[in-house]
């Protein structure tokens, strides 16, 4: 079992297999996009593989695959199938904006896929455009389709933000009417890939209120352990509705998650500047017995929460969360 310094077991890692991404969403990047990097900066295929078999070894039994756009890096499907013969990992989730995602949905059911996280911040076409940069919610809502089609468990991710999609915040809460799925309000957090402060911020709380406003008697039901959502329930919808305060940074205190982004930087914590770089590591020639030994040592070093995590770093919040694996 791995067990932080604050005696959190630590069991799930989000590993970023790019930091390439086809939508250009104006909160996580500026306009003309961020400066992608040289393929050889990136981790390759087998050495993610292997920090995934060094971290089962030490105990992580569940990964998350995100970016970045996680389809677009040509063989994915390839890497999830390896993935899904290491020994001690039970759980495979993905996090994917749906844009190319749909035809690659039967084979993740056959893949034995955990569940799977679809972005989607608004149902209206323009205003899809409007966040996104980029006309595509006719392939997302395909993807959302085949999901349900192959009855793999769905969650629905939104950013929240007012003035921008809150008049969006309805017909997504209406999801989950008929569908037995989550939708889940995030609060906008500062990486934007410029450093500015949240503009349209809307608290977890805010987001609440409003959807009390046509849903009365949305009620808070049980979370399940480690979860970074509240979740509540609509008398006779199918699904939940869930609320994650990513800025306010409430559900610090049991939080199992490590992440390691498209270049090979370890963090502990969402809001640090990266503990030390794993592709340098592999690349000089550690073995893996060394690895876990640096892994272990940053592991008991961690941030008590993500207000720690950010006054220890080195710059402010700037980065694009393409780059670091949302
Ligand atoms: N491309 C995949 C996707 O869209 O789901 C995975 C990567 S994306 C960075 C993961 C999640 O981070 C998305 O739900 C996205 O909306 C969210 N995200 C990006 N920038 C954010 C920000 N500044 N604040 C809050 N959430 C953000």
Wanted: proline share 4%.
């Amino acid at each position: 079992m791995l067990i932080d310094n604050h005696g959190r077991q630590i069991n799930y890692l989000r590993l970023a297999v790019t930091d390439r991404c086809n939508l250009r969403c104006f909160y996580c990047m500026p306009h003309e996009g961020i400066d992608f990097l040289p393929k050889t900066h990136l981790l390759s295929f087998e050495e993610m593989l292997r920090l995934i078999e060094i971290l089962a070894e030490m105990g992580v039994s569940k990964v998350r695959i995100t970016g970045g756009e996680p389809f677009v890096r040509k063989e994915l499907m390839a890497f999830l199938w390896k993935i899904s013969e290491i020994e001690g990992i039970q759980k495979i989730n993905l996090t994917t904006n749906g844009v190319l995602t749909a035809p690659y949905i039967p084979e993740l059911k056959q893949l034995g896929i955990s569940s799977i996280n679809l972005s989607l911040d608004s149902l209206d076409r323009k205003r899809f455009f409007e966040m996104t940069r980029r006309d595509e919610l006719p392939n997302v809502l395909k993807t959302f389709d085949t999901i349900l089609e192959n009855d793999i468990p769905l969650k629905i991710n939104s950013v929240m933000m007012a003035g921008k999609n809150e008049e969006d915040i309805f017909s997504l809460v209406d999801l989950a009417k008929n569908h037995p799925i989550g939708v889940r309000f995030i609060e906008e957090m500062p990486f934007n890939g410029e450093g500015n402060k949240p503009e349209y911020f809307m608290s977890y709380t805010k987001i609440i209120e409003t959807i009390k406003t046509k849903h009365p008697t949305l009620y808070k039901i049980a979370d399940e352990a480690n979860s970074t959502s509240y979740n509540y329930k609509i008398q006779d919808f199918a699904g939940s509705i869930g609320v994650i305060a990513a800025f306010s940074r409430t559900f610090c205190g049991t939080c199992n998650r490590l992440r390691i982004t498209p270049t090979g930087d370890f963090k502990t914590c969402l809001y640090d500047d990266g503990k030390m770089n794993l592709r340098d590591m592999l690349r000089a020639g550690l073995s893996n017995e060394d690895i876990k030994e640096k892994l272990q040592e940053s592991i008991l070093h961690r941030a008590k929460d993500g207000f720690e995590a950010e006054a220890s770093r080195k710059t402010g919040v700037s980065e694009s969360m393409t780059t670091i694996g949302g």
